[in-house]
């Protein structure tokens, strides 16, 4: 695409970077994300060569945040020769909402993804970024991703800026948010005891509780 780093380029990134976690004595985290990362012809390369380099202790966490339309049952096992700590999902509600906000059958995609994620061994992540549309989904969408084996959920609101510029106006208000909260916070306490780490995780995550 247009603006795309050329393969060379993103070579010589990786190689600098390699380098300096090794002379600092440092390890290092990577997430590539995008768009899609899984669209460029070259990912596989890329993924093959963090995946060495997480093998010799220079990288010590891999995390891709991916369409899950492309992630087909090879590019699973790719993630687990890769030894990918996590691969986040999007899902922006129930099967409806989400595809009318990201494209038909995204969530029915989504779902196979997690699924063939935990299939494999990998650690799927469910992330969910929060509209007025969505928001009274949200606990489905959790209900969902228990239901899935899923062990964290990550909740992002609107960026205001770039794409999300034009949706400002589809942003929680204050009043809203505080609503949500409360909403949320009684079905984390009904929670408490048969997934309290899916629970914990997310409290801080969300910094409910100092």
């Known amino acids: 695409a247009l603006g795309d780093l ?4 993103c070579r010589e990134i990786l ?35 963090l995946g060495e380099q997480r093998r010799d202790g220079v990288v010590d966490h891999i995390r891709i945040l991916a369409n899950p339309e492309t992630m087909d049952e090879a590019m699973v096992d790719k993630f687990a020769e890769a030894n990918v ?27 196979d993804a997690i699924r063939a994620l935990s299939r494999a061994g990998l650690s799927p992540r469910v992330k969910f970024t929060l509209l007025r549309d969505n928001a009274d989904q949200l606990v489905e ?8 084996g899923v062990r964290f959920l990550g909740v992002g609101s609107l960026i205001r800026a ?5 949706m400002r106006e589809h942003a929680l208000t204050p009043a809203d948010y505080r609503e949500l909260l409360l909403k949320l916070l009684l079905f984390l306490d009904a929670i408490a005891e048969t997934h309290e780490e899916f629970r914990a995780t997310f409290i801080r995550f969300m910094g409910l509780f100092a």
């Not at 050329?6 to 380029?9: D, L, M, P, R, V």
């Not at 002379?23 to 890329?46: I, K, M, Q, T």
């Open 6 to 9: 050329s393969t060379q380029e």
């Open 15 to 49: 190689r600098s970077f390699f380098q300096f976690a090794q002379e600092e004595g440092r390890g290092a985290s990577v997430e590539l994300s995008g768009g899609n990362p899984l669209l460029r012809e070259d990912f596989p390369e890329f993924l093959a060569s």
């Open 85 to 111: 700590d996590a691969v986040y999902i999007s899902l922006d509600g129930l099967e409806e909402t989400n595809d009318a906000m990201r494209g038909p059958g995204s969530f029915r995609a989504g779902v």
């Open 141 to 148: 969408v959790m209900k969902l991703a228990l239901d899935e």
């Open 162 to 166: 770039g794409g999300g510029y034009r």
